[in-house]
């Protein structure tokens, strides 16, 4: 990539709307557009206080191809701190894609994914955190993760990486001074003091890091499936947690052949429910398929919903799905309490926890909102609330902040077995390089080609 060149694309999703923007990012935007563009007043766009909007029309020699809205951000107070204009047109493929067209036959190339925020990145506006935020705020599914993602944009993770380095910078500093000038009379670091700033960068990086399995959900969702035998109440669960009748509810068994999919948003955690055929032995070939597929759902799942029918005693099939579903995050319902108890809690109870085990009524709609509660309390365990905005909701973070934690340990058992200043330096380099690789400051090109990748063009 030429940062020095002209880049344009359409900013909005393909298909007919009120309004399509194409973005053009460059030192020869204002340049381009003055060919193309007229203003009703008659006036320069420069004649207007930047961010003004400007009324005018868009012209290919003496054709009127549009009426527009102009915005024209001078750099280095743009989004991608250069030169930047936007217009807004009639939304629909033929406008935005004719002056498209346009504007790339004026020397201006069309632009890679993502390469307007690389740009950010590149120019020093934003760090690669904030840069990956973006994307995070632009596929949030809940509300949740879309002020965690917002708090990133705005810098709180970028914030918390540039005060952990700066600690790491601090101790290095002092290392360096006890390696180069040890003949000289100044003071050293002691061990007991690398021991003790050491063990509070630890747990400063130990609590990031363990707020990444809640990020991860946040973010890509929890993948939930709800499973059981026949007959328990597994679509009718679905239907009531949606809202809708999804699903078809029956009483003849093996209604539900094929797995049914929906996303919904509970307290502020997306859920990917997937609702399974009823798992159990059976001849027919269809039903077969579906109870295989139901198995397979089972050991892809972040979390499993038992559905167990509270007015009969557990089968066999029973205790086959609650042993598969052990090393599961795993809710226990105990499904038609409107009916008399059959079922031993005390044997569930050998397979989940007691507090994993809810009584419910599909029918009735009774007791969902303490499986809300339960789903809720496994995804925060209590201790993400009151720091929610930094919150790691990205696997290539999460990856960084483990090796740090990693080298933080090996940099302990250095101070601990008393090794020389150099070999400790080594350590504290590398959480110094890894810290970086979630800034931005110490990452490669090419990992930059990749990340930027996952963007659409427009952004």
Known sequence: MFIDDTIAAIATA???????????????SLSVVKEIFKSVSGKEITDYNTRTLIY?????????????LLAFMKGPNSYTAEDVIEINCHGGFISVKKILELILSKDVRLAEEGEFTKRAFLNGRIDLSQAEAVIDVIKAKTDKAQEVAQSHLSGSLAKKIKELRFKVTEVLAHLEVSIDFA?????????????????????????????AECGKVLRDGLKT????????GKSSLLNYI??????????????TRDVIEEF???????????????????EDIVEKIGVEKSKESLNSADLVI???????????????ILEQAVDKKTIVLLNK???????????????VDKDSIIKISALKNEGIEKVHDKIESMVFKGDIKSNSSVVVTNSRHKDALLKAYNSINDAIVGIDQRLPYDFIEVDFKNIWDYLGYINGDTVQEDLLDTIFANFCIGK
Do not use: C, W
């Open 183 to 211: 003949e000289e009379d100044v003071e050293e670091i002691t061990y007991a003091m690398l021991e003790d700033n050491a063990r509070l960068l630890r747990d400063e990086i130990k609590t990031l890091y363990d707020s």
């Open 337 to 351: 309490t409107d009916l008399p108890q059959a079922v031993s809690e005390e044997e569930i109870s050998k397979y």
């Open 56 to 68: 005018g029309h868009i012209f290919d020699g003496d054709k009127k191809i549009d009426e527009v």
């Open 225 to 232: 499936v709800i499973v059981g035998k026949p007959n328990v």
């Open 264 to 282: 919904v948003n509970i307290k502020g955690i997306p859920l990917k429910i997937v609702d399974t055929a009823g798992i159990r032995k059976t």
């Open 14 to 28: 393909p298909g007919e709307g009120g309004i399509g923007i194409i973005r053009i990012s460059g030192s020869k």
């Open 242 to 255: 949606l809202g809708e009748n999804r699903a078809i509810v029956t009483e003849i068994a093996g209604t």
């Open 306 to 320: 038992i559905v167990l029918d509270s007015s009969k005693e557990l089968t066999d099939e029973d205790r086959e």
